[in-house]
């Protein structure tokens, strides 16, 4: 049976792949290695963790021994990685933990899949590493990298290792690079879980400066599936960008979801901007289209409603998430070990 490995599979985005992995691909092993940083929880996949194919591996990307003995037990054919600080307003307060895992892990975990001659490395990139763009225009893949803030100078950086890989050694990588996902199990920290939850307590929703920045809104399913695509049929060293063609800015979105949840504008309080905040992010996603047959396929608002339907039936995740009560189902499910 073949072997999938995937990292950073306990958060958001992983943990949605993970699933589908299991529900479209009957015939392969899935291991998910994760640290279960505060972003991490093993609630997440509660529903496959008795799922014969579905092996957790607990531990950090950055840790070279407890990678090697995972890639060395399970010769993984396919690889995804997942594995990252993931939040910009988290990496203004230290960077230190983005350069680590981002940079630091990616390359210890492309060591490792040399040293078992893993078929095919996945490297799941952003497209915050292109920067900023004004009020026109797209990022392709031939965009030049320019990231703005700590985090997508360590994803920038990450890209430029694995390139540096795949010239050097032949290491059979991709690199895909996806907008702004939303969907089920998002941590509560990124813009639309946190205002769907704060709005459902009548709580303030801290729109960034004008709210006039723009982003482009994917649904985690579509980019699932995008990564699948590019891991299966992308051509190694090659950059796939995967957009949901969905750009609306963050105060029209912030409208959106209160008429969505029938709670009132006086929610909204405007807020000191983010420092270096990008103003727009756009994405070309034609190369995706043509070359790996793939295109989103949720319209924004339907994807949207389904989402907030999925918030208001597990406020107790989000509550627990919030409270800081899942600590305590890990030390349940991990005892010591975290
Ligand atoms: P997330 O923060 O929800 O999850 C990150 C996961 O990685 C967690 O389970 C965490 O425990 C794990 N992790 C962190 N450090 C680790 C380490 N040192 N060793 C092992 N595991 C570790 O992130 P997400 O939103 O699911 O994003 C996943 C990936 O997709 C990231 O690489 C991110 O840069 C990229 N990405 C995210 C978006 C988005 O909109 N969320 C868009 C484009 C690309
Ligand atoms: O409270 C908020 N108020 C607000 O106005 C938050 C959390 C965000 N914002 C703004 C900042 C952004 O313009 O909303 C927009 C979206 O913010 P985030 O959800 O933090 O996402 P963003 O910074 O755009 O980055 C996300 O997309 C690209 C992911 O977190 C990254 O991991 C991914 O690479």
Known sequence: MPTLLVTGGCGFIGANFIRWQLQTHADQKVVNLDKLTYAGNPENL????????????????????????????????????????SHVDRSILDSGPFVRTNIVGTQILMDACRAVGTQRYLQVSTDEVYGSLGAEGFFTEETPLAPNSPYSASKAAADLLVRGYVHTFGFPAVITRCS??????????????????????????????????????????????????????????????????????????TLTLLELLGKPKTLIKY????????????????????????????????????????????????????????????????????
């Open 46 to 85: 509660a529903d496959v963790a008795s799922d014969p194919r579905y092996v957790f591996e607990h531990g950090d990307i950055c840790d070279r021994e407890f990678v090697d003995r995972v890639l060395k037990d399970h010769q993984p054919d396919l690889v995804v990685n997942f594995a990252a600080e």
């Open 180 to 253: 702004n996902n939303y969907g089920p199990y998002q941590f509560p920290e990124k813009l639309i879980p946190l205002f769907i939850s704060n709005a459902l307590k009548d709580q303030a929703l801290p729109v960034y400066g004008t709210g006039h920045n723009v982003r482009d809104w994917i649904h985690v399913l579509d980019h699932g599936r995008g990564i699948d695509a590019a891991l299966r049929r992308g051509r190694v060293g090659e950059v796939y960008n995967f957009g949901g063609h969905s750009e609306v800015r963050n105060i029209d979105l």
């Open 271 to 338: 807020v000191t901007d983010r420092p270096g905040h990008d103003l727009r992010y756009a994405i070309d996603c034609a190369k995706a289209e043509t070359e790996l047959g793939w295109k989103p396929q949720y319209n924004f608002r339907d994807g949207l409603r389904e989402t907030i339907d999925w918030y208001l039936a597990n406020t107790a995740w989000i509550d627990r998430i919030k409270s800081g009560e899942y600590r305590k189902y890990y030390e349940q499910q991990y005892g010591g070990r975290l």
